[in-house]
């Protein structure tokens, strides 16, 4: 029986039309394997086989044009044949942020925004302008890709303060919130945060991007964030992702989701949540 994927976080690659700075070799982050994924890299890469199928998937920004983030967006909509939606660059600091979004509207796969935060999530989070932008996506029932880490208290009660406040806005945290290494003082702030999310049923978490920590990572590692993360927030607000192509610096696409299924020790009922059901529902692929 042929098991359908929605994958809801990777990214595809025009190098000849978008700017992708973070690819070029003079630019952070100076990963010694960055060459290996600084290539054009499009639907047809998207390869999955025996048993699995990507019936869909959801394409988050990339950097192709950060100040015209509807250019990637105008590109994937006159290439991409599967079933998709995008979530696109926007500077939630930008005075400029509804007209941008209304630009952004006029693109049907358009589900949603995200400004990478990492270590600036608290300053990011907590100005004025943020609070006055996220009105904007709650106005439109779009949703914000969450990228922090999770381990940062700060940044995680302004998060929680905007989802109370813009119940209409769907909040996906990225890559688990970069779990930390097990039983360090952070790993513990991480489990202590979750708890926290878990209150928001507006936020919901998305699992990859484990090869940006550790290039030799285990399915045995992260099972335990998962969880985590299943146990704090409920099945149906957790979703498997992979953050193609830079899952492929552990390990191919397809094994990665082969792994995912068979090396978690997840019933077939909530892979399938975890796998579809929850990406199809949060992104609004239904």
């Not at 952070?186 to 708890?195: F, G, L, M, V």
């Not at 991007?209 to 990572?217: I, K, L, P, S, T």
């Not at 964030?225 to 552990?250: D, E, H, Q, W, Y």
């Amino acid at each position: 029986m042929t098991q359908n994927i929605v994958d809801p976080h990777l990214h595809l690659f025009a190098l000849d039309l978008g700017d992708y700075g973070w690819l070029k070799p003079d630019k952070p982050p100076f990963w010694p394997d960055k060459k290996t994924i600084a290539k054009n890299v499009g639907e047809a890469d998207l390869r999955l086989t025996e048993g699995l199928n990507l019936a869909g998937f959801v394409h988050i920004e990339a950097g192709f044009d950060n100040e015209h983030p509807w250019r990637e967006i105008d590109w994937l909509e006159s290439t991409c044949k599967l079933r998709f939606k995008s979530v696109a660059c926007a500077n939630l600091y930008s005075t400029d942020f509804a007209h941008t979004m209304q630009i952004l509207a006029k693109r049907k796969s358009v589900v949603g925004i995200r400004h990478i935060l990492d270590d600036e999530a608290l300053a990011i989070l907590s100005h004025p302008q943020c609070a006055r932008n996220f009105a904007v996506l709650n106005e439109m029932n779009l949703s914000f890709d969450a990228q922090f880490p999770v381990h940062d208290t700060g940044a995680v009660h302004e998060l929680i303060k905007h989802a109370k406040q813009n119940k209409n806005l769907r909040i996906i945290i990225n890559h688990a919130g970069w779990p930390p290494v097990s039983g360090t003082i952070e790993d513990n702030k991480w489990q202590d945060n979750i708890h926290y999310l878990r209150d928001c049923e507006n936020i919901a978490i998305k699992l990859s991007g484990w090869e940006m920590a550790n290039r030799q990572w285990s399915f045995q590692a992260i099972e335990k964030p998962l969880k985590k993360v299943i146990t704090c927030f409920g099945s149906p607000r957790v979703m498997l992702a992979s953050n193609f192509p830079l899952c492929t610096l552990s390990r191919p696409y397809l094994e990665l989701w082969q792994g995912y299924k068979n090396e978690l020790h997840l019933s077939a009922n909530l892979f399938q949540q975890l796998a579809y059901n929850n990406a199809a529902h949060w992104y609004k692929l239904n």
